[in-house]
């Protein structure tokens, strides 16, 4: 398979190498999702989300089983002390693995009700915790397990681990997905793709300003795709977004600009940044992991 980085613009031609070409890392994942990257040990764990594991990359090319069962697993991100957070399909909650191994149940239910299937996560500096829930997990037995929903919406939470209280911080989302702040933590940006299971439903990522670091408002349309969807996406330290595309990475700049793409040629899911410099950008898709070393750094977070 062919890889190709289309330079749109002067500015994307500075984010990128022409002598760093996208890498095949590997292959063998029935839909690949939730990468997270551990500087301090020089690793990546990522979900293979129908086939109810996470994997573990090291840079010699190893790649092994992290967990397994992983209760399907989907979303991954560390919070401020370095632990892993995963969102779990299966059994529709967030979770915390302690630096023993334990996990903890960070949340599972709002207002007396199972949450849908939690899908992707992101920490705040003040240590608070951001995930969106839309219902993936629960509409077949393929990402999780096929059961009602009980919340009357797919929402974006925010949760504060110290009390444990969950507040709803946006509940106008069809299919709540990728979540992340810009690195300043002024605005955060939520995918929709409601559009999967609705012809009419949306294919856009929103921006929100963040007000008092507790709410949002401000909701304005930041990108949209005519084809495929956004799903997961990263920044970098000038605040572009790195996000998913359909069959590749479509990078913007905070104005909402297009500024180039990285083809992949199968469906892309999620991005990280990683690499002892946060130079090298991973990339889950269908089949496995990909990565390309890029002239730009990814915000400083978990």
Known sequence: MTHEIQILT????????????VEKLYTGTRWSEGPVYFRDTDQLIWSDIP???????????NVSVFRQPSNFSNGNTRDREGR???CEHGTRRLTRT?????????ADSYKGKRLNSPNDVVVKSDGTIWFTDPPYGIITDYEGYKGPQEQAGCNVYRLDPASGTLDVVADDFGKPNGIAFSPDEKHLYVADTS?????????????????DGKQLSGSQIFAELKEGFFDGFRLDTDGRVWTSAHKGVNCYAPS?????????G?????????????????ITAL???????????????P
């Open 51 to 61: 086939n109810n594991r996470m994997l573990r990359w090291t840079p010699d090319g």
């Open 287 to 301: 089949s496995g992991l990909f990565s390309v070393y890029l002239a730009v750094n990814g915000a400083l977070r």
């Open 10 to 21: 002067p500015e994307f031609g500075l984010c990128v190498m022409g002598n760093a070409p």
């Open 195 to 211: 559009g999967s299971h609705d012809p009419k439903g949306n294919r856009h990522i929103r921006r929100f300003d963040v007000v």
């Open 256 to 264: 909402g600009a297009l500024l180039g793409k990285i083809i992949i």
């Open 266 to 282: 199968e469906l892309v899911s999620n991005v990280c940044f990683g690499g002892p410099r946060r130079n090298r950008l991973f």
């Open 84 to 86: 892993l957070l995963t």
């Open 98 to 106: 302690e630096l023993d191994g334990t996990i903890t149940v960070l």
